[in-house]
C-alpha cells in the first residue's frame, strides 16, 4: 500500500509569507506527527495529533506555526508570516494507534526555503 | 524533557567491516528505542527498533543492544556494503505523562561511509 506522502516537496517562500504544508498518512493510521529536521540534525518533534485532536503540540515553536487534521486523515501544517529560521526540512509521520509499541513510518518530508 | 546523543557524528569504514553506532539518554522513563536510516532527500526509515524490556535485538547484518541501566543503546551493522552509506539516527521513545502515547527524540545522527 502507499506510505505517507507530503506535498509541495519543495517550498520556496519570500519573509513574512504564509505557508501550508500537506501530509497524507498511511490510510487507517489514528496518529500523526510533525517534525522540522533542520540541517545536519535530527528531526525535532513539533505536533502529534489523535485522531482530529492535537494530543501534544509542545513542539511547536511559537504560534505562528498551527496545525489541523480535520478529518482525522490529511493533516495541514500552517506557518504563519515566515522567517528565514523556518527554513527547513518538515517530515509527517504516521502510526497505528500512536502507543509506544507503534512504529513511525514518515513521509519524504517537504522542503521549506524562507528567503 | 529527553536528551538523545549520538556518536560518532561521521563514520567511514571500508566494505566488509563492521560499523558500531552509539546512543545515550536521560529520561529513564523512555521505553522505546528505534532506529532509522535517512538516505539524500527522503524521509527516515526504520530499521531495527529495541524495547526496554529486551537486551540484544538482531536482524540479520543489524543488531541493536539495549543498557538500561546505563542509559545507553548501540547499533551494529556487520559485513558492511556500499548500499549501507547513509545517516543514521537513534530515537528513545517517551510516554506522556501516563499516558499511552509519547513522542520520540532523535539523535544528531551519524553519517555512515562505506568504502568499497
Known amino acids: 500500500g502507499a506510505g505517507v506522502s507530503q506535498t509541495p516537496s519543495n517550498k520556496v517562500t519570500e519573509k513574512g509569507k504564509y505557508v501550508e504544508l500537506r501530509c497524507d498518512p498511511i490510510s487507517g493510521h489514528t496518529a500523526l506527527y510533525w517534525y522540522r529536521q533542520s540541517l545536519g540534525q535530527g528531526p525535532e518533534f513539533l505536533i502529534y495529533?489523535?485522531?482530529?485532536?492535537?494530543?501534544?503540540d509542545s513542539g511547536l515553536p511559537n504560534d505562528r506555526f498551527f496545525a489541523v487534521r480535520p478529518e482525522g486523515s490529511v493533516s495541514t501544517l500552517k506557518i504563519q508570516r515566515t522567517e528565514r529560521g523556518d527554513s527547513a526540512v518538515y517530515l509527517c509521520?504516521?502510526?497505528?494507534?500512536?502507543?509506544?509499541?507503534?512504529?513511525?513510518?514518515f513521509g519524504p518530508g517537504t522542503r521549506l526555503t524562507v528567503l | 524533557g529527553e536528551n538523545v546523543e549520538q556518536h560518532p557524528s561521521t563514520l567511514s569504514v571500508q566494505e566488509g567491516d563492521s560499523a558500531v553506532i552509539k546512543c545515550t539518554y536521560s529520561d529513564s522513563a523512555s521505553n522505546y528505542f528505534p532506529w532509522y536510516k535517512q538516505e539524500l532527500g527522503k524521509g527516515p526509515q526504520l530499521i531495527i527498533d529495541i524495547r526496554s524490556n529486551v537486551g540484544e535485538k538482531k536482524d540479520q547484518r543489524i543488531a541493536v543492544t539495549l543498557n538500561k541501566t546505563a542509559k545507553h543503546f548501540s547499533l551494529h551493522i556487520t559485513e558492511t556494503q556500499p548500499e549501507d552509506s547513509a545517516v543514521y539516527f537513534c530515537a528513545a521513545f517517551a510516554n506522556a505523562g501516563g499516558t499511552s502515547y509519547g513522542k520520540l527524540t532523535f539523535g544528531q545522527g551519524t553519517i555512515l561511509t562505506v568504502h568499497p
Open positions: 509521520a504516521s502510526s497505528l494507534i500512536g502507543g509506544r509499541t507503534d512504529t513511525q513510518y
Open positions: 495529533f489523535q485522531g482530529t485532536g492535537a494530543a501534544d
